[in-house]
């Protein structure tokens, strides 16, 4: 397993790559989010904890960048900014766990093998079921598309799309939907589940589709019968 850390503190990093050595964690270290990109383009890892606040940019733009550029491991952000708002916001702009500043070294040591270790299965389920009715997925574009209209995804987006087409007309619950995309087993307490679904709806209202029906307290069904 490879881990691309990307910290400014050298104190830090340190700690990091010292804790996920010790676990087995083949690390390499960034400083900068320049550094931190061109390594994550040119080297193959299964996970990325990523410092959201860098000298020379933002963790936040840097993997909007990654992503705009091809795929990308899954991510922990790192930040001394912890309150709900800023969860909120690094998950949305795609990492895919998010932990505060200070932390232990053996939560953090946890939540990337958590990451690295369910991601293949995402992806696995990504490709699972590629249509229903006249909506399909695009996995080289990570793009869905109806009829002859495509709009892209980022991943989370794309994961959550492809979980509900893959249980169409049946009931996907939240809890379900936060083991599946986001590998929690615990409700990370933000509205993380009902922001990004508000999006994914509104870019498949973009291809003139909207197949998602909401059950309040109880999850989503992606209707088979809006597809067609």
């Known amino acids: ?12 990093a340190g700690h990091i790559v ?4 010790a676990s087995g964690i083949d690390t390499t270290w960034a400083s900068t989010a320049a550094q931190g990109l061109a390594q994550g383009r040119e080297g193959a890892f299964d996970s990325v904890v990523l410092d959201r606040l860098l000298p020379d940019g933002n963790g936040i733009e840097l993997l909007r960048t990654w992503r705009r550029h091809g795929p990308v491991p899954p991510v922990l952000m ?9 969860r909120i916001e690094g998950l949305e702009s795609g990492a895919d766990d998010y932990l505060a500043k200070p932390f232990h070294m053996a939560e953090l040591v946890a939540r990337v093998q958590a990451i690295s270790r369910r991601a293949p299965t995402r992806d696995q389920d990504d490709t699972a079921a590629r249509a229903v009715g ?9 793009a869905a598309c109806f009829g002859t209209a495509s709009v892209e995804l980022n991943r989370k987006l794309y994961s959550l799309l492809a979980h509900l087409m ?12 936060l083991e599946h995309v986001w590998g929690y087993c615990f409700s990370p307490g933000t ?3 009902e922001s990004n679904m508000s999006r994914l709806r509104t870019r498949l209202q973009e291809l003139g589709v909207d197949p998602i029906l909401t059950r309040r307290g109880e999850g989503y069904v992606l209707l088979a019968g809006a597809c067609r």
Do not use: F, Q, W, Y
């Open 78 to 86: 790192l930040s001394a900014l912890g309150s709900v708002k800023d």
């Open 166 to 177: 893959l249980h169409s007309d049946r009931l996907v619950t939240r809890d379900m939907l």
């Open 191 to 193: 509205n993380i589940v």
């Open 18 to 21: 010292g804790g996920l050595s």
């Open 134 to 142: 006249r909506l399909r997925l695009d996995p080289s574009r990570h």
């Open 1 to 12: 397993m490879r881990c691309l850390v990307i910290e400014d503190d050298p104190v830090i």
